[in-house]
């Protein structure tokens, strides 16, 4: 496990000089009444969230909308929604290890029968202070019956409105979105994964203080910074026959989306609880020529720093604990390398609809979603735990493949499953 070595840095960012910033724009939503008034544990565990406005009674920029079913489909009715903002990605990247923050409470919902919801905030300034170059990293809480779940994501804002666009899968979720609402998010949550509250919780009784209280009574506490962690991440896969060079590049502003991690107590295995994107600052180059009748594969990799978070909530009305640990991606260090390649080979043949001519000297992937890589990294966040998680980098003028061909009149290149300008491809060039 690698510690921070930075503590030159103020190690806490406190919510109450978040919250100063927000000015009149926090007030707006402050009548809420008691009919709206979110209930139960979520209230019990984020008492701050009192003096949001519920959503249905709003009419500010979407932020997210969409369903919450259990992974049998059913719907999370009457479900709990809290969507609170993180401080910027470098903001966090900054704190030391035990270096803390407040998570800033942004909006709030109920779910209807149908498990539907929508979030809604305005624009803040307070939300602009707390993004970075990849957005506003947001947190979603969300209660039903007797669990707990927590989801991390990611929103943009662009013309007055908020965009939410991200791989889909990465998150943990299964396959692509069907929705073509606005920022469609659809969650299937699996009680297994979610922490089980104690029925004092779900009741919203009051819990006493105990011997260890933490500030504001019985909530959940800040975020602490416990470990980070550097992972070596599949960011790319290139393949080169006969008398084909590959030249994968992943150049400054590429972008590389990771999986967050998610468990109670720490131990065995982190799950997935979503995803958030993350810019390299910097760049590297690979070639990769076939020699005739050659064939080449590799996996290229960048090395991710991951920050390990640590929250105590209260458990019950005896003054136990309850601790949450969580996984997020805080930046591209830099490092980068390069591996034979894990994956199976495949062949093409013009006509099979993988297949096209390229009648050039060379050809280039364009912008588009790329593949999704299962396992793409692994890391321990501290002993006796582990998290295996998916990535994925779209292709963009910042991350290329280019095939370059010996004979231009013999040039053909393929996608593992479709084209190789269709979305979620591996790709691979050849002469015939």
């Known amino acids: 496990m690698k510690l921070r070595a930075r503590t030159s840095v103020v190690g806490t960012i406190t919510a109450s000089l978040a919250l100063a910033l927000a000015g009149p724009a926090l007030a707006v939503n402050a009548a809420a009444d008691a009919s709206s008034a979110v209930a139960g544990a979520a209230l019990v565990r984020f008492p701050e969230f009192a003096g949001l406005t519920d959503s249905r009674s709003l009419q500010d920029p979407l932020m997210l909308q969409g369903k919450l079913t259990d992974v049998a489909g059913k719907a999370l009715s009457g479900a ?57 990293d947001v947190e979603l ?4 019956g007797d669990r707990h779940y927590v989801y991390l994501t990611q929103l943009k804002s662009g013309g007055g409105n908020w965009i939410h666009d991200f791989v889909r899968g990465v998150d943990g979720q299964a396959g692509e979105l069907t929705s073509k609402a606005t920022n469609s998010l659809d969650l299937a949550l699996d009680p297994a994964q979610g922490e089980k509250l104690s ?57 590389t989306t990771t999986s967050t991690g998610f468990s109670i107590g720490g131990a065995g295995e982190f799950k997935i609880n979503g995803a958030r994107s993350r810019t390299s600052g910097t760049g590297a180059e690979w070639n990769l020529p076939a020699k005739k009748k050659q064939t080449l594969a590799r996996d290229y990799l960048v090395q991710v720093e991951h920050d390990t ?31 034979p390649s894990r994956f199976p080979l495949w062949n093409c043949t013009l006509g099979d609809d993988r297949t096209a001519l390229a009648h050039a000297s060379k050809v280039w992937t364009t912008t588009s979603k790329a593949v999704m890589y ?22 963009s003028e910042h991350m290329q493949i280019t095939f370059f061909f010996a004979d231009k009149d ?19 060039g050849f002469q015939l």
């Open 309 to 339: 978070l640590e929250r105590k909530c209260f458990g019950n009305k005896y003054g136990e604990y309850r601790h949450q640990y969580v996984t997020s991606p805080s930046r591209i260090v830099g490092g980068f390398d390069n591996v």
């Open 410 to 428: 013999k040039g053909q290149w393929c996608g593992s499953t479709g084209l190789p300008r269709t979305p979620g491809q591996r790709v691979q």
């Open 374 to 395: 299962e396992k793409a990294f692994t890391f321990f966040p501290f002993d006796g735990a582990a998290f295996t998680g998916r990535a994925a980098s779209d292709y």
């Open 199 to 255: 029925k004092d919780l779900v009741r919203g009784a009051r819990i006493p203080v105990a011997n260890e209280p933490l500030p504001g009574g019985a909530a959940c506490g800040k975020w602490y910074v416990f470990a980070t962690t550097s992972a070596m991440t599949t960011a790319a896969t290139a393949v080169a026959r006969n008398q084909t060079t590959a030249v994968t590049s992943y150049g400054e502003d590429a972008t």
């Open 80 to 136: 709990q929604v809290l969507l609170a903002a993180w401080p910027s990605s470098s903001a966090v990247a900054k704190l030391p290890v035990g270096g803390s923050f407040d998570v800033v409470p942004a909006a709030r919902t109920i779910a209807g029968k149908d498990g539907a919801y929508q979030l809604r905030s305005l624009i803040t300034p307070l939300l602009m202070s707390l993004s970075g170059k990849d957005g506003l």
């Open 141 to 144: 809480d969300v209660f039903h």
